[in-house]
């Protein structure tokens, strides 16, 4: 099923996706990989605030190619997401509702997405110049020095990706 | 003796890199075609049809196919009649995959040690393998490696008693576990024989062969043949949604080896198998 989604990404949305659904992402979502996710996590172990308020908003694990004069970005695609499953589960339980990545996740996310009612996403992975059309604006907002680590605030407009992991833990990898 | 100025590798690798990353060679371009054509899955067929349509975008606007650029890797045969002038050869090839990393827009994705783990800014250095071949030429093939795919890639130390069917178990374990991770519809490089670090050489240096030209020996030929059979049977499919196309190819290179072992590698890649080949 093809869904219009607008962010933010409350329970009253997450509740009715189903793994499976095509759905087109528009309004603000956050990039953070490997580093920003390292950063964050020591920030929550040290007390701090993180630069970006989890309720309700989305992560999107992308680290995107640099943009050429007069453009918004470069190529933007997912990166794998398992590499962030040591730290998913904190940030769901702290409001965090929807992840886009590409690739398997640990018990432990996927028992936190449960948990949360949030939901994980797949963006096409290796699609990075069709999917940069769906990104309208991008701004570093903290973490600058990560250079394509930072981690940006981006306006999507029918951001496309696919529900893989929803809310009740049906999972789109687990066919068999 | 024939003379070339390093400053002409510079210039070459800094072409290559650029083209690379936005151009997809003739043999990726075919199977992506072939795939089309086979692929029943709803699903597969709908991915399949975006990831055409994003190698078109690709091109024409000049984005990146893929966002990550990847490590560079670099197959350098140098003729031994070639007297190299103006510097060193190992830095003009990472002056060349600066240029290109940096003047090209290419994302800079390597760190400058495991631990510590300061970006580079430039994507240098690149991983070079070096051949010295007769004649007067000097041929590089530059394979930028995506790591989402690198790090799905395993070597196992076989024994010679598991023999091929041990080589099949090794292939399909992980393509198995490399799973959705690896963007397929994938490449699937193998190295068998020679020692540890050889065979890894090897399987690195199978993913440059044409997708779907196969090995000159005929039991490696069969081999690659019912792998990829086998592999497009496990049901993973193009973005692991499903379907008949897990691989696109698999290509296998052997090499001696000792009595007591029998190493395999498996270097596994995405739908974006970037390699290209230049002569000086």
Redesign the interface.
């Known amino acids: 099923m093809d869904i219009n989604i607008n962010t933010p990404l409350t329970e009253d949305i997450t509740k009715k996706l189903h793994a499976g659904d095509f759905v087109f992402i528009t309004g603000t979502i956050y990039t953070a990989r490997d ?1 920003a996710h390292k950063r964050m996590y020591e920030a929550i172990k040290n007390g701090e605030n993180l630069p970006v308020d989890m309720e309700n908003n989305i992560i999107y694990y ?7 004069e007069g453009r918004v970005i ?4 997912p ?2 997401a ?1 590499r962030m499953d040591k730290y998913a589960p904190q940030l769901l339980d702290m409001g965090l509702k929807g992840m886009i990545g ?3 996740r640990s018990k432990e996310v996927i028992d936190a997405i449960k948990r949360n009612n949030a939901v994980y996403f ?1 963006s ?10 769906s990104i309208k604006k991008s701004t570093v907002i903290a973490y600058d020095d ?3 680590e930072a981690i940006r605030k981006l306006e999507v407009e029918n951001f ?1 990706a ?1 529900v893989v992991i929803d809310c009740d833990g049906n999972n ?2 687990e ?2 | 003796m024939r003379e070339v100025n390093v400053d002409k590798i510079s210039e070459t690798i800094k072409e290559m890199c650029i083209s690379v990353n936005h151009f997809l060679s003739d043999d990726m371009k075919n199977a992506y075609n072939n795939a089309m054509k086979t692929e029943t899955s709803e699903i597969g067929k709908k991915i399949l049809g975006q990831l055409k349509e994003n190698l078109q975008i690709a091109g024409e606007d000049m984005i990146p196919i893929c966002q990550d650029t990847g490590m560079a890797v670099i197959f350098a045969e140098i003729g031994q009649d070639v007297h190299l002038t103006g510097g060193n050869i190992t830095d003009a090839i990472n002056e060349g995959v600066r240029r290109g990393y940096v003047d090209g827009y290419l994302r800079k994705s390597v760190v400058n040690d495991p631990i510590i783990r300061k970006n580079t800014k430039d994507n240098t250095p690149a991983v070079i393998h070096y051949n010295i071949v007769e004649g007067d030429k000097i041929k590089f093939t530059l394979a930028p490696k995506g790591f989402g795919s690198e790090n799905m890639s395993k070597v196992y130390m076989l024994k010679p008693a598991d023999g091929i069917e041990g080589v099949k178990n090794a292939i399909l374990s992980a393509v198995k576990d490399a799973g959705p991770n690896a963007c397929p519809p994938m490449v699937i490089g193998v190295g068998i024989g020679g020692t540890f670090e050889k065979c890894a050489i090897l399987a690195k240096k199978a993913l440059t062969r044409e997708a779907g030209k196969h090995s000159d020996i005929g039991y490696v030929e069969e081999l690659e043949k019912e792998m990829l059979e086998k592999i497009n049977e496990l049901d993973i499919g193009p973005a692991g949604l499903g379907g008949k196309n897990t691989a696109f190819a698999v290509n296998v290179e052997t090499y001696p080896t000792h009595i007591a072992g029998l190493p395999v590698a498996v270097n596994i890649c995405c739908h974006v198998n970037r390699h290209i080949t230049r002569e000086i």
């Open positions: 580093a992308m680290g995107p190619s640099p943009a050429r470069g190529s933007a695609g990166t794998t398992s590409k690739g398997k797949a096409i992975g290796g699609a990075g110049a069709l999917l940069s059309k990560l250079g394509t496309p696919i789109l990898y066919r068999n």
